[in-house]
């Protein structure tokens, strides 16, 4: 199927019709082979939500607002792409389509590809040199797990080490920034680090735990945040996309 940025994008059947052809040859490949090609290829289901409305937090509103989640990870129902309005309430579906049982992996997240639209207050007190950076940014995106055995969630009082993405530093008209993490992202060096930090993420937000961890039926949180007095994180559109092997 073709997805809104019209790039082709498997759909469970699609990979499942694929998965058989490798079992029709003269000698069937073994799974965890399949799996393997099936990873390098990057053909993987998704599912995309999308989300616009305005926000704001931190000011004289709450200091932290859930600004939207994801749809349970891997559950029939879910794949293809979502656009929900709290103005236009949509219902659907879950548990149609295949049977659970063909999510075979207790992690199944490959990759997670974060779009976020925001920005600051627009101003601050801060030195002059600090404004259109990440540096002394006080407003922010963070993503949290939420299970079927939910726990109570503490948001961090500043920017983590693991933060989503940082505002620019008073610059107050919304900027587009995209975050992808993967399966396979690893310990970062020293130099990376600063790369990731440089770009208003969190240093050890690429180690690729949060993607590992994921297991079937998990939805993605993503949360909107601001700290200090004249600290605003105004929050305007969002879009994530989950990708799960099959």
């Given at each position: 199927?073709?997805?809104t940025?019209?790039?082709?994008?498997?759909?469970?059947?699609?990979?499942?019709?694929?998965?058989?052809?490798?079992?029709?040859?003269?000698?069937?490949?073994?799974?965890?082979?399949?799996?393997?090609?099936?990873?390098e290829?990057?053909?993987?289901?998704?599912?995309?939500?999308?989300?616009?409305?305005?926000?704001?937090?931190?000011?004289?509103?709450?200091?932290?607002?859930?600004?939207?989640?994801?749809?349970?990870?891997?559950?029939?129902?879910?794949?293809?792409?979502f656009?929900?309005?709290?103005?236009?309430?949509?219902?659907?579906r879950?548990?149609?389509?295949?049977?659970?049982?063909?999510?075979?992996?207790?992690?199944?997240?490959?990759?997670?590809?974060?779009?976020?639209?925001?920005h600051?207050q627009?101003?601050?007190?801060?030195?002059?040199?600090?404004?259109?950076?990440y540096?002394?940014?006080?407003?922010?995106?963070?993503?949290?797990?939420?299970?079927?055995?939910?726990?109570?969630?503490?948001?961090?009082?500043?920017?983590?080490?693991?933060?989503?993405?940082?505002?620019?530093?008073?610059?107050?008209?919304?900027?587009?920034?995209?975050?992808?993490?993967?399966?396979?992202d690893?310990?970062?060096?020293?130099?990376?680090?600063?790369?990731l930090?440089?770009?208003?993420?969190?240093?050890?937000?690429?180690?690729?735990?949060?993607?590992?961890?994921?297991?079937?039926?998990?939805?993605?949180?993503?949360?909107?945040?601001?700290?200090?007095p004249?600290?605003?994180?105004?929050?305007?559109?969002?879009?994530?996309?989950?990708?799960?092997?099959?």
């Amino acid at each position: 199927q073709s997805s809104t940025t019209g790039r082709y994008e498997p759909t469970v059947q699609d990979i499942l019709t694929v998965r058989s052809y490798f079992l029709l040859l003269r000698t069937p490949l073994p799974n965890e082979l399949i799996d393997t090609i099936l990873d390098e290829a990057h053909y993987w289901a998704h599912s995309t939500v999308t989300v616009e409305y305005p926000v704001r937090a931190g000011g004289w509103g709450s200091a932290d607002h859930m600004y939207m989640r994801t749809l349970p990870l891997a559950i029939p129902g879910t794949e293809g792409d979502f656009v929900f309005s709290p103005q236009e309430p949509r219902r659907i579906r879950l548990g149609t389509g295949p049977n659970l049982s063909l999510y075979h992996r207790l992690h199944p997240c490959r990759r997670i590809v974060f779009n976020l639209w925001s920005h600051d207050q627009g101003w601050s007190s801060s030195p002059s040199e600090w404004h259109g950076t990440y540096y002394g940014s006080y407003s922010w995106w963070d993503a949290s797990v939420e299970t079927p055995q939910q726990e109570i969630i503490i948001r961090p009082y500043i920017p983590s080490d693991k933060v989503l993405q940082r505002n620019l530093h008073a610059v107050g008209k919304a900027r587009h920034h995209t975050v992808e993490w993967s399966h396979v992202d690893g310990v970062t060096s020293a130099e990376d680090q600063n790369s990731l930090e440089n770009r208003g993420r969190g240093r050890s937000s690429a180690d690729g735990i949060f993607v590992r961890n994921l297991k079937v039926g998990d939805c993605i949180a993503l949360w909107v945040s601001a700290r200090f007095p004249g600290w605003a994180m105004h929050a305007k559109k969002a879009k994530i996309s989950v990708y799960w092997a099959v």
